[in-house]
């Protein structure tokens, strides 16, 4: 009988041979046959695929093979559209007619509020509910009809299929989230509702794609989301830990308590205690802006205390009254649906439970967060029932522990990248800068930027770690690089600004973390990448602040500097996206090779030349 990672193997092969430049992939192939003998074994794998290894395809054709129903979870929208548009579509067409016994099926899940609403097309179309949007412009209203009369065209009722420009505001008219969404049972359109008809295909798939905050939900709803599946795969995994920790974590504003007020309002005859929750998330929002960006105590601090506890007591007077109603209008079950989510998470941010964190963020419009100070509580019932394989890039040494995973030699397999980077790419470390923090480091930042540029002839990507770092620097060089021209993220859409920087190939594209990854540029058009410090995580960030101190002196080898080698390695990897492209990454950051932690922090570009040399940059450009 032939073994599970033969098949897998075989079937590889079969979709290579038919892609139009075929390649020989040594590590798409060891990558293939591990996920398959992890999947016949039941085990829990993590594999750090490098760049051009093919990583997609080395799962995907394994998870197919297996017959098993298989949920792939992603980060970036990105992928999920590679997966439905490209991979997954043509899998269908190369295996299922030949070369597969039981032909699969594929589905894409995403959460309740990327959907339209037929309960709230119904209340547009009969009362004109869309002109009693508070602040709605004309123009939003526009959009809000036009949607209307989609809805009457589309299968799907999904955003992204939206076929002209809709605002947020818009969108938000015709579609709900899961906190005010009675639920296919209790509504009049749960038998045509978009969302039950994408999840009644999910659960007739084979494969189904979702996003890491869709598979968040789902853990924190007890599963209520996804249909039951044998294996999930997490592609892009060094950004599960934030995604999860923020789908575990609860939020409040005074904006919470006042949408409840209003929403009971619309049902109930007497207004005083819905009155009183709205007054009540006024002082909340007080209370909170005396606090912005601090983390809080556990308990939390005595007039916060007294707020919640108040706005507790209010939310479950309301919940009583509401359930006294006989008539069970949609308004009423929005209401209730409402009121019982702002008492779970009042519930919840008054726990002190010392595996939440409590802090204030939210700039002017303050929140009150509780976030998990670890993950892997969360996550523990994956590893109990499912086998899973953990994908990326990059994937830091510490992060299967922090995500409460065990694994060892024989659970881990690194595929190197097959690319020539000895031959095509430099890793240049400019050791004499003065420190970030250091007097006059802008003004030497700038001129080795504008030195680099100009080696490179343009065709830049220059990362920052802030947006004032980044303007900055634009004010200096625009109009100062001769005729090679700066863009900046703050020109445009980040697809306009993309494909801008495609065209003019020897153009700049300055940019922040959100360029990081994400941004496909081979060919001449991206042959310098430039950071212009290592990108630490934020001192101040108190989920952060709370998880060094249980480390204590560990903290910042375990904590700080994983992060930061794996978002240099994401940014490092916009470089070299196909065999033939070239270049260099330049981290303008000293520190690097004067501290202990360079190697560690260089992990995921190790495979580069280094040099401090900035005639061996120069050298690099004139031999291509």
């Not at 980060?75 to 590679?82: E, R, V």
């Not at 709605?136 to 589309?154: C, D, F, P, Q, Y």
């Not at 990897?573 to 090779?593: M, N």
């Not at 570009?605 to 040399?613: D, K, N, P």
Request: aromatic content about 4%.
């Amino acid at each position: 009988m032939i073994s599970a990672a033969d098949r897998a193997e075989a079937l590889l092969q079969v979709v290579t041979e038919s892609l139009p430049r075929a390649e020989h992939r040594p590590g798409q192939i060891r990558m293939a046959r591990r996920v398959a003998e992890a999947i016949a074994a039941g085990e829990r794998l993590v594999v750090q695929a490098g760049t051009g290894t093919g990583k997609t395809l080395g799962y995907l054709v394994p998870v197919i093979a297996s017959g098993l129903t298989t949920v792939v979870a992603t980060y970036t929208k990105a992928l999920q559209d590679q997966l439905a548009e490209v991979d997954l579509p043509l899998l269908q067409k190369v295996l299922n007619d030949r070369h597969l016994a039981d032909p699969f099926s594929w589905a894409v899940l995403k959460g309740r509020n990327n959907y339209l609403c037929r309960q709230r097309l119904h209340e547009i179309e009969t009362r004109g509910e869309e002109l009693e949007l508070e602040d709605a412009s004309r123009g939003v209203r526009n959009e809000v009809r036009k949607l209307v009369n989609w809805s009457a065209e589309t299968d799907s009722g999904e955003m992204s299929e939206v076929p002209f420009p809709v605002s947020d505001s818009a969108w938000r008219s015709v579609s709900v989230g899961s906190d005010v969404c009675p639920g296919k049972l209790k509504c009049a359109f749960g038998d045509t509702c978009y969302t039950e008809l994408a999840r009644d295909a999910a659960r007739a798939a084979n494969v189904v794609v979702v996003n890491f905050s869709l598979y968040g939900l789902d853990l924190e709803a007890e599963r209520e989301f996804l249909p039951e599946h044998d294996v999930v795969v997490f592609d892009e995994v060094h950004e599960l830990e934030d995604v999860i920790s923020d789908t575990a974590s609860v939020m409040l504003a005074g904006g919470s308590a006042a949408n409840v007020a209003e929403a009971v309002r619309k049902v109930l005859p007497s207004k005083k205690v819905a009155n009183a929750l709205a007054t009540s998330g006024r002082d909340l929002d007080t209370a909170l802006t005396d606090r912005k960006d601090q983390r809080l105590s556990n308990p939390l601090p005595t007039d916060l205390d007294i707020i919640l506890r108040g706005m507790k007591e209010q939310a479950l007077l309301l919940a009583d009254a509401l359930a006294s109603v006989a008539d069970e209008t949609p308004e009423l079950l929005r209401a209730k649906s409402a009121t019982k989510r702002l008492s779970d998470a009042l519930h919840e941010s008054l726990s002190t439970d010392s595996n939440r964190v409590a802090f204030v963020t939210g700039g002017d419009h303050p929140r009150l967060v509780s976030a998990p100070l670890s993950v892997a509580r969360v996550l523990a019932p994956v590893w109990l029932s499912q086998t899973a394989i953990l994908t990326s890039a990059t994937i830091p040494r510490s992060l299967p522990d922090r995500l409460g995973l065990a694994i060892d030699a024989e659970t881990r397999l690194d595929v190197e990248s097959p690319f020539d980077y000895e031959t095509n790419a430099l890793l240049y470390l400019a050791d004499d800068l003065p420190d970030p923090d250091a007097p006059g480091r802008n003004r030497a930042l700038h001129a080795r930027i504008r030195q680099l540029v100009q080696y490179s002839d343009g065709s830049a990507l220059v990362l920052f770690t802030s947006r004032k770092a980044m303007r900055e620097a634009v004010d200096e060089l625009r109009g100062a690089l001769d005729d090679i021209a700066v863009l900046s993220q703050d020109d445009m859409g980040k697809k306009a600004l993309l494909d801008a920087f495609k065209t003019d190939i020897r153009s700049c594209l300055f940019a922040t973390r959100s360029f990081f990854q994400g941004v496909d540029v081979p060919g001449d058009a991206l042959r310098l990448v430039i950071l212009d410090k290592v990108p630490f995580p934020m001192r101040t960030d108190p989920l952060l602040e709370a998880r060094r101190e249980l480390l204590g002196q560990q903290a910042f080898m375990q904590i700080d500097v994983p992060i930061a080698a794996a978002t240099l390695a994401q940014a490092a990897g916009r470089l070299i996206r196909s065999a033939t492209d070239h270049g260099v990454v330049a981290i303008l950051d000293s520190r690097l090779v004067k501290r202990r932690y360079k190697n560690a922090v260089l992990e995921g570009v190790a495979h580069f030349r280094e040099t401090s040399q900035l005639d061996d940059v120069k050298s690099f450009f004139r031999r291509r």
